[in-house]
Each structure stands twice: as structure tokens, then as C-alpha cells.
């Protein structure tokens, strides 16, 4: 397989193996010019007018649209997402992008009552903000960052994974052409210990958004703590799907593929522990088997397709650790054979609650099933890891649908479904999964600091 060249990354398609192409792989003083730009840039910036800050991101928004072919085409291609997926995927983009359209004009501070004069506060931007983005969603998450981050009226450098810059990069010309100043918005292809440290050690840099592994995340955090630099976290998750008794069971075995399968299982929010009461267990895992093996796996161009390859032979291998030889594997999938990173979807049961499998992010298509006796059990279950993104839970008792989502430590959660994003509602995690909130009107405000003045009337 060809190495990198100095400077250069290649970029390889993951359902084939293929080179796609080359991108450049930034060194230090070029990752410095670009966030000097920056910098300069943000003085014009801050000041743009409301209006014209909202119009400009409109036109963003309208040029992500209008490519939206070509964006998903770009993430088919370099990710392996499936087509259907890679659309949505370009137009939560483009909707993220609107929703903060919506933001300049009402971003607006408070008049708190004082003797003696007028104390108001304003929503000041911070300056340049550093995005550092996984390859597992490389625009979506994007968007999440630099749609609020430009509408506070912050300017942007923007660092994609080294394995799917491609969409970003392409995202960085659209800004362009849409009207954005030079400046506002950069895409910075390159390595993490190089770009994606830079921003963690620029002092230009004022805030850094980070969405990726726990393990680089908490050395990222510890890298800011230098500068008392502003972070944001989106990390890890081993998210639990709780089935209770009184479930209809049928339809949370129907949905349970979808809710950790879906982009091979390289998803944040998978729902990757499955509980199950432990009177409807192997009821459960009975009508588990016949979902599992209707997830169509394979050429990720083609519609009809619902779960692609892994991204890259490297996590392939680290996947398939957690299924060796002597692993209790209940059922599987199918897969293709033959060039690209393809692993079925497989479901392992009976497994120990404390065992690796259970404990640890596979970030693959893997579930483990996990039976439980009663609501306390199946909570201490679901909050034995150290992760708390996101999860699901079904019942039909009202009740206790909302004490165990009050009870599960986790940001997101859902109710009778898998649901995890909204553009317009916020999206983080609990305990090391993550700090802060993205999306929703939450975000501007991690992308701000209040500043407080008092006016004398003496
Ligand atoms: P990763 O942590 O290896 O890399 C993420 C990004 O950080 C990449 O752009 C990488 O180049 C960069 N990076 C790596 N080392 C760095 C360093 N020392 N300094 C600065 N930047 C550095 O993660 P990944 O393998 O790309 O993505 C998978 C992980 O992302 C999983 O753990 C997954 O759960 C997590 N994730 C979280 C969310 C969420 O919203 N919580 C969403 C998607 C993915």
C-alpha cells in the first residue's frame, strides 16, 4: 500500500481500497498563516452588520444545497457512507446552516435592573475558533461547530479527520463562492499531532471544539487548560437500548439494528449494549435474529443499501478484536467479500456486563445483549460505563419512561425510538462522554462570553 508523501495524504475510497486522490497535509507555519488569517480576518468579521452576517450564511447555506449531490457523492466515496445517509448528511449542513442564519439578529443580551445608571450585557464573540472533526459523520459535525461558531460572529479554522477530509474541503469552497470573506471559514487538512495540536497551543486560538475519541479528547482538555482556553467535547459512548417487558417487543427487536448499525456501527450515539428484560429475553433475541440478517450490507452507492464498510483496514482490526475466535456470537449478518473493510453485523450473547465488549467503544457493528431483572436493575446497568451520550428505552408505562430517562446518566435520549439529532435541539454528553452542548439554541452560547457594562445615570 503507498505511504504518504511529506506534505501530501492519500485519500482512499473505503469500500474498494482505492486511492481517490491526495490532499495536502499542513506543517506548522502553515497551520500559523492560517490562523493569522484568521485573526485579521475576525476584525472585519465581528463587525459585519446582523443582517448582512445572516444573509451571507443564507448564501452558505444555499450553495451547500445546490451541491448537495456532489457533497453526498464526496462522503459515498470517502467515507463509505450510504447514499441515503450521505444526503441527509448534506442537507443537515445546509438546515444547520439556516438555523443559525436565524441567530445574528436575535443573539441578544439582557437589561438587568441596578440603582443609579443601566447595566446591560452583550454576547461577545470570542475570536478564532479551532473545530476538529472525527471521520466518522466529516460534515455533519462540521456544521455543528462552524454554523454557530461564524453566526456569534466568530472566524473559523477547521481541521477534518486525515481519513475524510474531502467533503470539508469542498465545504471550504462553497463558503468561498456563497460570499464569505477570505478568512472566515478555513479548512486545514492535515494531522492531528500537527494542525489539530496547533490550535490546542496557538494563543490566537480562543476556543477549541473537539468531536473525537475520549483518549484525545482529555488531552486536548488538558492541553487548553494552559491557556484557559474554551472547549467543547464531543467524545466516546457505549449507549445502552433498554427493552422492558411491557415493551412492544416486535418492534424494538424490528428497530434495534438501526439504533447501532446504522453507519457500520461508527456512530457516537450507537446503541451498542442492548438490555433486555429478562422475561422477554430470548422472545428478544428470537426476533433479533431476522432483523440482524435483513440489514443490507454492501456497495454503499447503491439505494437500496443500509449499512456500508468500516473506514479503514486498521479499524477494521481493532473491530474485529472484540469478536475472536471463542466469542460468544449469538447470530451475524452478511457482508461482501473480497476488497474493502466490510465486517457483518453481529450480535454477541450471553455477555458478562464487565466484559470488554460491554464496557469498551467498539465503534463497529457489534452488539452485545444483556438480560436484566427489574427498572433498578436495568438503570445501574445502563449507567455501568463511563460514558453517558445518548440511549433509548422501551415501554409502554409512561411512568416509567420518564424515571428511567431521568434515572440513565446520558445527554441525549429516546423514548420508543432511536432518534439522537435535531438540528434545533441539543446534543452532548454526560460524564466522559463529553462537555457542552452542540445544536440547538444552547450552542451560541458556547461560542460567546457575556460581557456585563453598567451605564451611571448620575
Ligand atoms: P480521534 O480522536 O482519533 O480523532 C478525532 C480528530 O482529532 C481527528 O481530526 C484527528 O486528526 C484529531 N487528533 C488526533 N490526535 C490529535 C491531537 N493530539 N491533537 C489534536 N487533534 C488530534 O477520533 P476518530 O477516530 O476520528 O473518531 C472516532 C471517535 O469519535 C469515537 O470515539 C467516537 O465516539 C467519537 N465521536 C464522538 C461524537 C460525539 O458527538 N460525541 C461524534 C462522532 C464521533
Redesign the pocket.
Same mark, same amino acid.
Given at each position: 500500500m503507498q505511504k504518504n508523501e511529506p506534505g501530501l495524504t492519500v485519500v482512499r475510497n473505503p469500500a474498494t481500497g482505492e486511492e481517490i486522490t491526495t490532499v495536502p497535509a499542513l506543517s506548522e507555519p502553515e497551520v500559523d498563516a492560517a490562523i493569522e488569517r484568521a485573526a485579521g480576518a475576525f476584525e472585519a468579521w465581528k463587525v459585519v452588520a446582523p443582517g448582512d452576517r445572516a444573509r451571507l450564511l443564507r448564501r452558505f447555506a444555499a450553495a451547500v444545497d445546490a451541491h448537495t449531490e456532489e457533497l453526498a457523492g464526496l462522503e459515498v466515496a470517502n467515507a463509505g457512507h450510504v447514499i441515503g445517509n450521505a444526503r441527509w448528511e448534506a442537507g443537515n449542513v445546509r438546515d444547520v446552516l439556516e438555523y443559525y442564519a436565524a441567530a445574528p439578529e436575535r443573539h441578544s443580551g439582557r437589561q438587568i435592573p441596578v440603582p443609579g445608571g443601566v447595566d446591560i450585557t452583550f454576547y461577545e464573540p470570542l475570536g478564532v475558533v479551532g473545530i476538529?472533526?472525527?471521520?466518522?459523520?466529516p460534515m455533519a459535525?462540521a456544521g455543528?461547530g462552524f454554523a454557530p461558531a461564524l453566526a456569534a460572529g466568530n472566524t473559523v479554522v477547521l +481541521?477534518?479527520?486525515?481519513?475524510?477530509p474531502l467533503s470539508a474541503l469542498r465545504i471550504g469552497e462553497l463558503a468561498l463562492e456563497a460570499g464569505l470573506p477570505e478568512g472566515v471559514l478555513q479548512v486545514l487538512s492535515? +494531522?492531528?499531532?500537527v494542525?489539530?495540536?496547533?490550535?490546542?497551543t496557538h494563543p490566537a486560538v480562543r476556543k477549541l471544539c473537539?468531536? &473525537?475519541?475520549? =483518549?484525545?479528547?482529555r488531552?486536548?482538555m488538558a &492541553?487548553c487548560a494552559d491557556q484557559v482556553k474554551r472547549v467543547t467535547? =464531543?467524545? &466516546? &459512548?457505549k449507549s445502552a437500548n433498554i427493552v422492558f417487558a411491557d415493551a412492544d417487543v416486535e418492534l424494538a427487536a424490528a428497530r434495534a439494528p438501526y439504533g447501532v448499525f446504522d453507519n457500520a456501527g461508527?456512530?457516537?450515539?450507537?446503541r451498542s449494549r442492548i438490555l433486555a428484560q429478562r422475561s422477554v429475553y430470548e422472545r428478544f433475541l428470537a426476533l433479533l435474529e431476522p432483523a440482524v440478517s435483513g440489514v443490507v450490507v454492501g456497495d454503499p452507492t447503491q439505494e437500496a443499501t443500509e449499512m456500508g464498510p468500516l473506514?479503514s483496514p486498521a479499524?477494521l482490526a481493532t473491530v474485529a478484536s472484540f469478536v475472536p475466535e471463542d466469542a460468544p456470537v449469538a447470530f451475524r449478518g452478511s457482508c461482501p467479500s473480497g476488497p474493502g473493510n466490510w465486517f457483518a453485523p453481529t450480535v454477541l450473547a450471553p455477555v458478562d456486563p464487565k466484559h470488554r465488549a460491554a464496557q469498551e467503544?467498539i465503534?463497529g457493528p457489534v452488539v452485545v445483549v444483556i438480560p436484566f431483572e427489574d427498572e433498578a436493575d436495568a438503570v445501574r446497568l445502563a449507567n455501568d460505563t463511563p460514558y453517558g451520550?445518548?440511549g433509548s428505552l422501551w415501554t409502554r408505562d409512561i411512568g416509567r419512561a420518564l424515571r428511567v430517562a431521568r434515572a440513565v446518566e446520558t445527554?441525549t435520549l429516546s423514548v420508543n425510538s432511536h432518534s439522537s439529532v435535531r438540528y434545533w435541539t441539543p446534543?452532548?454528553?454526560a460524564k466522559q462522554?463529553?462537555i457542552g452542548r =452542540?445544536l440547538g439554541p444552547d450552542a451560541l452560547d458556547a461560542f460567546s462570553d457575556v460581557k456585563n457594562v453598567f451605564i451611571s445615570s448620575d
Open positions: 476538529i472533526v472525527p471521520w466518522s459523520f459535525i455543528w +481541521k477534518p479527520a486525515e481519513l475524510t492535515g +494531522k492531528g499531532s494542525v489539530g495540536q496547533r490550535f490546542v473537539f468531536t &473525537g475519541s475520549t =483518549e484525545v479528547g488531552s486536548i &492541553g467535547l =464531543e467524545l &466516546g &459512548g461508527q456512530d457516537c450515539c450507537a473506514i479499524h467503544e465503534f451520550l445518548s445527554g446534543f452532548g454528553g462522554s463529553g =452542540e
